[in-house]
C-alpha cells in the first residue's frame, strides 16, 4: 500500500496528527473517516479538500467512510460560528443528503472490494437514541472542564452560546464512537479548525472502550492575498453546476495566483510530484502564459465536471477575452452563453419588432429602448467607425438589415466598442 500520510505531507495537506497515526496506516488497512456538513444540497469547493483527502486514502489502499451529518445538522457546528445557525428541518436536510451523497459518488469508488467507499448518516445512529441514555452512556465520560477548554466553545462564550451547540462536540465524539465500534473506523480527518471535536472522539473512545483512536486535519485553505478561498463576489464557488457554472468554476482557478495556484496544483489534483515540478517550472519560464493555471483549472473542472464542461468553458472564454468567430458564439450552449453573459446589461424585444426593423442604426439605438446607444446619431458614428458587432461580426454599414441568425434560436449578441456586451432576447 502507498504511504498516506507521506503522500499527504508533500502535498502540503497535514497540519496536526495524533501520534503513532503514521504506523497505524502502514500497519494494515485502515478505516477511516470525514464528516460533511448537509447546510446545502450542494458541496463547495471548500470541501475538495476533504474529499481530495478520502481520494488520496483510497488511492492508498484505506477504506475511506464519508459521513454525512443528519443529525448533527440539525444541531450545527459552532467551530468558527460568532452566532448560532438556523436549524434544518427534517425535509431540507433529506434533499441536502441526497445532493452531498450524489456529488460524493463522484469521487469515490463504491465498487472495489475490501476499501471501498462508503457514505453513512449519522442520524441512522441517533434517531433511536434517547437524551437520558445520550447523557449517561456518553456525557459522564467528558468532564465540561475538557469540553470548555476547547477552542470552539472559548471563542463563542463571549457571544453566548446556547446548550445545545456546546453539546455539539459531544455529538461528534460519539459519531467517531459509533463508527469504531461498528465500522471498526480508527483514524478521523477533517480540517485544522476540527482538531478538537475530532480529539474529544479519540478521549471517548480510550475511556469508554480502551481503544486506540487517531486524528489526523488539513490545514485551512488560505488565499495569498489575504481573501477568503472559495468564494467569489457572487458568494460561494459550489460543485453543482446549476449554482456555479462550469465557466465560473473553470474561470475560479484560472483566475488564481501563480503563489495559490502552486498550492492548489498540489492539493486539488492527482498528480504526481514529478508532474506537478515540471509544470511549475515551465510556468516560472514564461509566468505570463499561466501555463500553471491553465493546468490547474482544466483537472479540476474535468474531475469535478467533465471533459465536456471543460471544453465549453475554454471556448466560452476565448469568446470573452480574445478573438472569435460567429461560429464559434453559436456553438456554445444557452447555459454556457447565459452564463459568460452574467451581469451584462439584456434587453428583450418581440420578434416582430427585428422583424420590421428598417435597419440596425435604429435596432441598435431606438427600437432597444436607446439601453445600447442614446441615439440613431451615435450608433451611426460608432458603426461608421468599426466599433460595432453583432454575434461577433462587425457591423459595416450602418443602413443594412438586421437579419442574424439568433444564438439558441432566442439571443443576439450586442457589442459596443472591446468591453461593452448586450445581450438582446428576443421574445
Known amino acids: 500500500m502507498a504511504d498516506f500520510i507521506e503522500e499527504l505531507e508533500w502535498r502540503g495537506m497535514i497540519h496536526d496528527m495524533t501520534p503513532g497515526v503514521k504506523e497505524q496506516m502502514n ?6 473517516y ?21 481520494v488520496h486514502l483510497q488511492r492508498a489502499g484505506h477504506k475511506p467512510l464519508a459521513l454525512v451529518g443528519g443529525a448533527t445538522g440539525m444541531v450545527g457546528d ?9 436549524l434544518l428541518s427534517s425535509d431540507v436536510l433529506e434533499h441536502n443528503l441526497k445532493g452531498v451523497k450524489k456529488q460524493l459518488e463522484r469521487f469515490l469508488d463504491f465498487d472495489c472490494g475490501d476499501n471501498s467507499a462508503e457514505v453513512v448518516n449519522n442520524y441512522d445512529w441517533f434517531k433511536e437514541f434517547s437524551f437520558l441514555d445520550f447523557i449517561r452512556d456518553v456525557g459522564k465520560h467528558i468532564t465540561i472542564n475538557y469540553m470548555l ?3 470552539s466553545v472559548k471563542k463563542r462564550m463571549e457571544f453566548g452560546m446556547s ?20 465500522k471498526g473506523c480508527k483514524v478521523q480527518l477533517g480540517g485544522s479548525d476540527q482538531w478538537g471535536n475530532i480529539v474529544t472522539g479519540t478521549e471517548l473512545i480510550r475511556r469508554v472502550e480502551q481503544g486506540e483512536a487517531f486524528a489526523v486535519t488539513t490545514p485551512l485553505i488560505k488565499k495569498a492575498d489575504g481573501t477568503k478561498f472559495g468564494k467569489t463576489e457572487g458568494g460561494n464557488v459550489w460543485l453543482d453546476k446549476d449554482k456555479t457554472s462550469p465557466y465560473h468554476f473553470y474561470q475560479y482557478w484560472l483566475n488564481a495566483s501563480d503563489e495559490d495556484a502552486e498550492n492548489y496544483i498540489r492539493i486539488f489534483t492527482l498528480m504526481n510530484k514529478e508532474e506537478i515540478e515540471a509544470i511549475i517550472g515551465e510556468h516560472r519560464k514564461a509566468p505570463h502564459l499561466r501555463t500553471l493555471q491553465q493546468a490547474l ?13 471543460y471544453e465549453m468553458a475554454v471556448k466560452a472564454s476565448a469568446i470573452l477575452f480574445g478573438k472569435s468567430t460567429t461560429e464559434e458564439l453559436s456553438s456554445i450552449d444557452e447555459a454556457t452563453l447565459l452564463a459568460v453573459f452574467e451581469g451584462v446589461p439584456q434587453i428583450t424585444v418581440s420578434r416582430d419588432v427585428l422583424a420590421t426593423s428598417p435597419d440596425v442604426t435604429s435596432f441598435l439605438s431606438e427600437l432597444t429602448d436607446t439601453i445600447i446607444f ?3 446619431g451615435e450608433a451611426r458614428r460608432m458603426i461608421q467607425g468599426g466599433g460595432v458587432s453583432i454575434n461577433k461580426k462587425k457591423v459595416n454599414d450602418p443602413e443594412e438589415i438586421v437579419d442574424y441568425p439568433l444564438l439558441q434560436n432566442k439571443y443576439l449578441l450586442a457589442q459596443k466598442g472591446k468591453k461593452n456586451y448586450y445581450l438582446i432576447i428576443i421574445d
Open 27 to 32: 500497519r494494515e488497512l485502515t478505516t477511516a
Open 34 to 54: 470525514i464528516g460533511f456538513d448537509p447546510t446545502a444540497d450542494s458541496l463547495h469547493i471548500g470541501s475538495l479538500v476533504q474529499i481530495m483527502t478520502l
Open 78 to 86: 459552532p467551530t468558527g460560528k460568532s452566532a448560532e445557525r438556523n
Open 149 to 151: 477548554a476547547k477552542d
Open 163 to 182: 446548550f445545545t451547540e456546546f453539546s455539539y462536540q459531544l455529538v461528534q465524539g460519539y459519531d467517531y464512537l459509533w463508527l469504531y465500534r461498528n
Open 297 to 309: 483549472a482544466k483537472d479540476v473542472t474535468i474531475r469535478v465536471h467533465s471533459e465536456e464542461d
Open 374 to 376: 442614446g441615439s440613431k
